[in-house]
């Protein structure tokens, strides 16, 4: 059974989501032949978006008893609300916020028995540039900060920074709305437990992504999950890269509305980010 703070916390994210819903106009943003074939996760094309997510990953972990190791499971729900702003003609502010809520069971010192701990996480906040150098093609660049809120000792208790950039390029001869768009990300902590973990990752997304017939789309790596680690080794780490094979499945019920399933399972863990993750999402675009 859920943790009364588990319920608490979805409880919040719900009511947050739900007073911008109805606060946002019917009347703003794209219509709906522009939003029929955008998927809404095209960095150089931002949109008005409200998502609720559900992302459920597992890693390999210490055991309770020295020498021994366990399979911890992690469950994250969280908000999204992303808003872009149009600064010039060809200029774009995309702005996210991501408040999530974290159900894990990992051993640690506050943890030794490795039962199941809830709380808020950390929260991310993001900001990217967008420049439209034609229909075809676009760039875009900007950076994360995810800050130490979480309670329970669910997340980590440093600063996150996480700095990118993505070039564009439409592909109307596969589909209309279809599109390839590689981006680079580079994360660091700072200012946490100096004994802590030392964040230094290259993250690699080489985003495809094929419109299909009856609203439905496909998408490979559609998160940042390729990896070359360059701070601390974690438990079980051999090397420092990590390829999944990472998709998504999606469908446009309607022109407003996306929902999808992506799925991560590891080809080489030497870095073992995960050893399966899946991700739901329902939006809402505008």
Known sequence: MPAPGFCAGLESIFLVFAAVLFAAPASAGPDDNVLANQTGDDPTQPLGKIELLDRFTTTPGPGATEGTSKQVDTNTPFARIEAPFRIAPQWE???????PFVSTNPVTPENPTGQVISGFGNVLTQGWLVYEINPRWAIAAGAQAIAPTSTNGVASDAWEEVTGGVVRVMLPEVSEGSYFAPQVRY????????????????????????????????????????????????????????????????????????????FGIPIIKDFPVYTFKTQLRIGYLF
């Open 93 to 99: 502010l995309a702005l996210r916020v991501e408040v």
């Open 187 to 262: 994360g660091v902590d700072f200012g946490g437990n100096d004994e802590g973990p030392m964040l230094r990752q290259l993250r690699l997304m080489p985003t495809l992504n094929v419109n299909l017939p009856h609203n439905l789309f496909f998408t490979l790596f559609p998160s940042p999950d390729i990896r070359w680690n360059y701070g601390t080794p974690v438990y079980g780490q051999t090397g420092r890269f990590f390829l999944p094979l990472n998709f998504m499945i999606g469908w446009k019920p309607t022109p407003h509305t996306t929902i999808s399933a992506e």
